[in-house]
């Protein structure tokens, strides 16, 4: 009763809340603003009480597109260049009616009716979570609003991560989607030999990090906060002296391509690098990568025991992903190799098709930040998603 008492207080004041903004950088209807278009905030709250944030961008009547980040960034990673070189943009000019949402965990994600944001319970989930309550929330609101059967979805990275949750946890959902379109997809891990020497680090210490982690009470990583704003912008800004070293720290992480990097893009985008997302997010990724198996998240035996009732987490059956999809990659990404990628493709029922992007260095995050984005790989989404609307 009281649980429903605050729903409703909840729902009752959603009118007066706006997403969160800071001071000197642009906010989604900002960006939109500057493109030429109007952008619309739209609150959802999932079915374990998050509220989270989706943006529309213009007033399209075409089928509707919705496109979900990857993990650090937010909503915004998809349209900080402009109209002439984002993908968003691309899309609304084409007729279709585009949506950018945001997961639990970013900054877009600043309430629960259950936890405040500084208990510790607030934090306790991993994209599964975000799979099994954010996507379909999103979805449902999205297909509610346009009164319509069917949508597209567009995820890069940790947003077909989610995806391949979503379609494997809750199977209904395949019917929704009228094909999905995944760029650096990350289900399997690439092997050994093929994980470079940073990542092999991180994966080393990671059981390490998380533990103590929790004793300190870090259970957020990369907030988005005034003071690291003014670092991003300072360390990787447009003409900083440290730009270079932000780029080469950069590419180790997402793969090394500067030629296809415009600097000044680059410089605008940073601060975004600040998205945030829950401690247990990164730790279940590393798992992902240390085991090579896409499962759900890994306790400890004797903890899955009780959860899962048995010693290691089970698989995400992708068998049950029934969805059209597509597969968009790259040969120099740190977080995919040809064979893990095959890998998926080879589990996925409705496989469209799997695709290298055709510039051998085109890396993780050129996939919205390259250049040469808009010749390489949009087109052949943009041809793909009329090909599907016809």
Request: charge should be neutral; aromatic fraction near 14%.
């Amino acid at each position: 009763m009281l649980a429903s008492f605050i729903l409703l207080l909840f729902v009752a004041e959603s009118w007066q809340r706006r997403p969160p903004s800071f001071k000197g950088l642009p906010t989604v209807k900002d960006l939109a603003t500057a493109a030429g278009y109007a952008s619309t905030d739209i609150e959802v709250i999932t079915e374990d009480g998050y509220s989270l944030w989706m943006h529309r961008l213009g007033n399209n009547t075409g089928p509707p597109v919705m496109m979900h980040h990857g993990v650090f960034v937010a909503s915004e990673c998809w349209i900080t260049r402009g109209p002439k070189k984002d993908l968003a943009f691309f899309l609304l000019k084409e007729g279709y009616d585009v949506w950018l949402t945001n997961q639990r965990g970013t900054v877009y994600n600043e309430y629960s009716l259950k936890y405040k944001r500084s208990n510790p319970n607030f934090w306790d989930f991993s994209f599964h979570e975000a799979g099994l309550y954010d996507l379909p929330a999103f979805m449902d609101k999205i297909l509610q609003i346009r009164g319509a059967e069917q949508l597209f979805y567009i995820g890069h990275s940790l947003g077909t991560t989610t995806f391949l949750v979503t379609m494997s946890m809750r199977p209904e959902y395949n019917s929704k989607i009228a094909a999905a379109i995944l760029l650096s997809p990350v289900a399997f891990a690439p092997s050994a030999r093929d994980i470079k020497p940073l990542m092999r680090l991180i994966l080393s210490s990671a059981d390490e990090l998380y533990s103590w982690g929790q004793k300190l009470g870090t259970y957020e990583i990369l907030p988005r906060t005034p003071p690291f704003i003014r670092f991003l912008k300072t360390f990787c800004g447009y003409k900083s002296m440290t730009q270079p070293l932000c780029l080469y720290l950069i590419g180790l992480y997402l793969g090394e391509n500067r030629s296809n990097i415009d600097e000044k893009d680059f410089g605008f985008h940073m601060p975004y690098f600040s998205g945030g997302t829950s401690a247990k997010t990164v730790y279940h990724i590393t798992q992902l990568f240390r085991k090579g198996d896409f499962k759900l998240f890994d306790y400890g035996r004797k903890v899955n025991q009780g959860v899962y009732g048995t010693e290691e987490p089970p698989f995400y059956n992708l068998d049950l992903v029934s969805a059209p999809v597509a597969l968009f990659w790259s040969y120099n990404d740190p977080l995919l190799s040809e064979e893990s990628v095959s890998r998926l493709a080879s589990r996925l029922p409705q496989l469209l098709f799997s695709k290298p992007v055709p510039d051998r260095q085109f890396t993780h995050s050129d996939m919205y930040l390259g250049k040469n984005a808009d010749k390489v790989l949009y087109p052949d989404i943009i041809n793909l998603l009329k090909s599907l609307t016809n």
